[in-house]
């Protein structure tokens, strides 16, 4: 039996142990941002079109380094051991299965080739990309690089809204700051000169970004952008993609909602290059409003994590599977069999006269 998102989320909410709970539910300061992810999705509504012979869909897709079976990623988060024992294996294969494509978190609690090789048992092709912040020694960074490559990974994703780390209020409360005994960030242990901490710093620009970009012959993509004019830098630096994001609201808590921010960063980039979206996305109709916004894919981050905290690698299945007959179903109402024909006329605000 699949359960609604919401079943098993209140599921998580039971099985966690409350600090943890509040670790990967909350959100910097007075979590505006977080709780605007989901309202501003609310905020839009879909005109759909009718009599559009519709009745075979196709949810493929093509991104830097992966051909989905679904327009769904699942987007970077830390500590997934802190959820379930199984950890980001047990989400490598849930999302293989799925056809989803992984961005796995250097904050994992299990090493990028564990993941990488779990996700290839379940499907050879499976895609799992590599997320990483810039670390202060370059040797670091390097090193991270090197060991995305080696594990196969097929790009690398750079977040770069996060200069410093959030306040996450829960946290500070309950006092949350390290793994608990017995867990480590996996990809930090075997560097040089020993293991690391994940280090973020406020002193890097585009000029560290090109650095990088000469490092690897992997796709690049810049996660956490949400001003046009970034977009257009990043296309300007040859990156092969964006994620326009707020990080779940986990760092400026004054940012707009992924989804607010969407249609500008679309605009400036106009198809050079694809962009993608996380940030509060629930339904199946949240990810045809982004789809028909452009985003190219959606990212999932909580939802996976509740899938994980409740039932393992089944949870996160359940969680995969729900939103993509959700968003096959939401397509066929609105009267498209892929992706690519959804149209940004088909979003309008809810409460206009249209
Ligand atoms: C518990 C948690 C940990 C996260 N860790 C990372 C991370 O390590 N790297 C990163 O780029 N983003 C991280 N994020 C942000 C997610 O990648 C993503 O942008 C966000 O969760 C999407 O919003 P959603 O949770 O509403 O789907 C994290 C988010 C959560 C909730
Ligand atoms: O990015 C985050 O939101 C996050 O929670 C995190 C935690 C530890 C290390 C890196 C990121």
């Known amino acids: 039996m699949i359960d609604s998102l919401a079943g098993l989320h209140e599921r998580a909410r039971q099985r966690l142990d409350p600090v943890h709970y509040d670790f990967f539910a909350g959100g910097a300061g007075a979590e505006v941002a977080l709780a605007e992810n989901e309202r501003a999705f609310g905020r839009l509504a879909l005109r759909p079109r009718v009599l559009r012979g519709n009745d075979i869909r196709d949810l ?78 370059p040797a670091v960074t390097e090193h991270l690089v090197r060991h995305a490559e080696a594990a196969g990974c097929s790009a690398l994703v750079i977040t770069v809204d996060s200069p410093v780390f959030g306040h996450r209020e829960r946290d500070q409360h309950n006092g949350f700051h390290d793994l608990p005994a017995g867990l480590t960030t996996a990809n930090m242990q075997d560097l040089p000169g020993g293991p690391r901490e994940i280090d973020m710093s406020a002193a890097f620009t585009w000029a560290h970004l090109a650095r990088l970009r000469a490092l690897t012959r992997l796709p690049l993509l810049l996660k956490g952008i949400l001003h046009p004019a970034d977009a257009r830098l990043a296309v300007e630096a040859g990156l092969d993609g964006i994620i326009v994001s707020n990080h779940g609201g986990r760092q400026l808590d004054a940012a707009p909602a992924g989804i607010e921010a969407l249609p500008p960063i679309v605009s400036t980039v106009d198809g ?5 979206l996380d940030g509060g996305v629930r339904r199946g109709s949240d990810a045809v409003i982004a789809l028909a916004l452009g985003a190219t894919a959606i990212g999932l981050g909580r939802p996976v994590l509740w899938g994980l905290a409740a039932a393992g690698e089944s949870g996160v299945r359940q969680v995969l599977e729900l939103i993509r007959a959700e968003l096959d179903h939401v397509l066929t109402l609105c009267g498209a069999s892929r992706p690519a024909e959804l149209t940004p006329d088909l979003v309008v605000p809810r409460g206009c006269r249209c």
Request: aromatic share 6%.
């Open 60 to 137: 493929r897709t093509t991104l830097p380094g992966a051909r989905a079976a679904v327009p769904i990623f699942v987007s970077p988060t830390a500590f997934h051991r802190l959820a379930h024992p199984d950890g980001e294996l047990a989400t490598a294969r849930a999302t293989a299965a799925a056809g989803a494509v992984l961005i796995s978190s250097m904050a994992a609690t299990v090493a990028i080739g564990e993941v990488a090789a779990a996700a290839r048992a379940v499907d050879p092709a499976a895609a799992v990309w590599f997320q990483l912040y810039l670390q202060r020694d």
């Open 272 to 276: 050079e290059i694809p962009v993608l």
